[in-house]
């Protein structure tokens, strides 16, 4: 297994850590592998603490932004800046279980020898522990974006997912963007599956979004893909042979 594991990460000092720790126990066995941290311009101890981490977790890299430009932009520049050509996202709050990081790269490198043209296997929290209310307001965001989008994905806001990392960079760049890559894949002509994964409750902090800043900058959003989806014609070409 080669990969490079991108953590975007805002406010999460409490966090680093001990996920830091799992990662380093989860991918013992890969035979290469980067843990590439982005601090989205964090105004905690977070920079100190991933500082202090480097010193003895070698393949740890860190990247920061100098001011907080939102966690698509995180993701987005630690792809770019990432080493392997297959990428695994997690969140920086811990909810996420690095140990089904390589069930789900498995699941990718096997199904693409039969279906090429997957590109990612995207993490379904199916037993999620968060609150009612945030519960509720996922199931109705899923339900609404799905039925708009038609991408066919249960839980887009899973950020454990595990893609290649050259079709991402070839997806078009918004802000956002990470809650849309599923309809932003199948747009481009790749497919995406779905994998359920461990969730879990948040140990230390609290989430950085709130559900009605979701709300409303997901409506525009949507309206934003389907016109990306509207306007995209993928053609059917066969090369011609000399004869």
């Known amino acids: 297994m080669k990969i490079s594991i991108v953590v975007p990460v805002y406010n999460e000092a409490d966090n680093v850590t001990p996920l830091i720790e799992e990662i380093v126990a989860t991918m013992g066995e890969a035979k290469a592998y980067e843990i590439i941290y982005v601090d989205d311009g964090s105004n905690d101890d977070t920079a100190a603490v991933l500082k202090q981490a480097q010193q003895h977790v070698t393949a740890l890299r860190v990247i920061r932004h100098q001011q907080s430009c939102g966690q ?28 089904d990081i390589p069930r789900l790269y498995q699941a990718l490198r096997q199904q693409r020898k039969i279906n090429s043209d997957l590109w990612m296997v995207a993490g379904w929290r199916n ?5 009612a ?23 887009t806001g899973c950020g454990l997912k595990v893609f290649l990392r050259d079709k991402f960079m070839g997806l078009p760049y918004f ?5 849309f890559l599923p309809a932003l894949i199948l747009r481009a002509g790749g497919q995406v599956i779905s994998e359920p994964v461990n969730h879990r409750a948040r ?10 800043d979701r709300l409303w900058v997901g409506i525009a959003d949507i309206l934003g893909v389907i016109w990306l989806q509207k306007r995209t014609k993928l053609p059917e070409a066969n090369e011609i042979e000399r004869g």
């Not at 698509?72 to 140990?99: C, F, K, M, R």
């Not at 037993?127 to 609150?131: A, E, N, Q, V, Y």
């Open 72 to 99: 698509s932009a995180a993701i987005h520049t630690g792809v770019e800046a990432a080493s392997y050509p297959y990428i695994a996202t997690l969140d920086g709050d811990g909810q996420n279980d690095p140990s």
């Open 127 to 131: 037993k999620r522990h968060d609150s």
């Open 133 to 155: 209310w945030r519960l509720f307001s996922s199931r109705v965001a899923n339900a609404v974006r799905s039925g708009l989008l038609g991408d066919n994905t249960p839980d």
């Open 175 to 179: 802000d956002h963007m990470h809650r």
């Open 203 to 212: 140990a230390h902090g609290y989430s950085k979004y709130g559900t009605l």
